[in-house]
């Protein structure tokens, strides 16, 4: 186990070996579809955030138990950092690119949370089958959009209902209610929508593996977003939890087998 207890904290495997990685070496191993730096990133940043990047990707694959197809989506997603972003916001994912940006000072520790972006929106039509263009797979359920019959996609919306439904699977969840609740104080409709719900869920379960690593994610415990509630808590978050293990632990033997 190594850590890295610089400007981000990290207690996980080594994945290099000591060596260093370029954004290139992430494309090849993870096979994203694009990778895009902005022109204001220096060569010591490059290098640096590659390294963190690298890191962080292979943090999360483990933690998903699946292959690099996974996190690159079958090679579908891009990668975008220190440009693509919008002002005044540090990361975010866009449904029309298939590509998720990180800013280049406030970007890191969203990486999980604009991950689980892109997959809820790579999976809306592979889920269901009438689901529009653009929409998440998320958004879809709450629309009771027609599923698509699959072992894989039952594990999938089993983690929608614990996410976004109570235990006798009718009332709305209490992650839900406090969200709705932040939205009412801040006059927003962001916290409540099913997609946020759900990115922010999965932030959780990453947080809580043994592998640590604040640059993949961070303030899911510790944070006004916490205190407020808008993270799972307690019980929910366990059901949560390991709603997402045994998803994605049948999702990675799934994707094993294919690219064996």
């Known amino acids: 186990m190594v850590r890295q207890m610089k400007a981000f904290s990290r207690q996980g495997p080594d994945h290099r070996a ?7 070496d992430i494309r090849r191993r993870f096979d994203f579809r694009c990778i895009q730096l902005g022109r204001w990133v220096t060569a010591a940043e490059r290098d640096r955030a590659a390294g963190l990047f690298y890191d962080a990707l292979c943090d999360l694959m ?3 138990q699946g292959p690099e197809s996974l996190i690159s989506l079958r090679g579908t997603l891009g990668l975008q950092y220190g440009t693509g972003g919008r002002p005044g916001v540090s990361a975010h994912y866009d449904p029309a690119q298939r590509t998720f940006a990180l800013a280049k000072n406030a970007g890191p520790g969203s990486i ?5 972006h892109a997959l809820d929106h790579y999976l809306a039509d592979k889920v269901f089958m009438d ?4 929409m998440f797979a998320s958004s879809a359920w709450l629309e009771e959009a027609t599923p698509v019959a699959h072992p894989l996609n039952d594990y999938f919306v089993r983690c929608l209902q ?3 439904l109570a235990p006798d699977g009718q009332a709305p969840s209490e992650l839900f209610r406090c969200s709705a609740e932040m939205d009412r104080r801040l006059g927003v409709h962001y916290y409540s929508r099913p997609e946020e719900l759900c990115a922010r869920a999965f932030e959780a379960f990453v947080q809580d593996s043994t592998i640590k690593n604040n640059f993949l994610v961070k303030g899911t415990l510790k944070s ?3 205190e ?7 019980e929910q978050r366990v059901r949560i939890n390991r709603a997402f293990c045994d998803y994605f632990l049948h999702l990675g033997h799934a994707l094993s087998k294919t690219y064996r």
């Open 224 to 226: 006004r977003e916490a």
């Open 162 to 164: 614990a996410i976004l």
């Open 62 to 64: 483990q933690i998903l």
């Open 112 to 116: 999980a949370h604009e991950w689980f």
């Open 18 to 24: 000591g060596r260093d990685v370029t954004f290139v």
């Open 131 to 134: 689901a529009p263009s653009g």
């Open 228 to 234: 407020a509630g808008v993270y799972p808590l307690a």
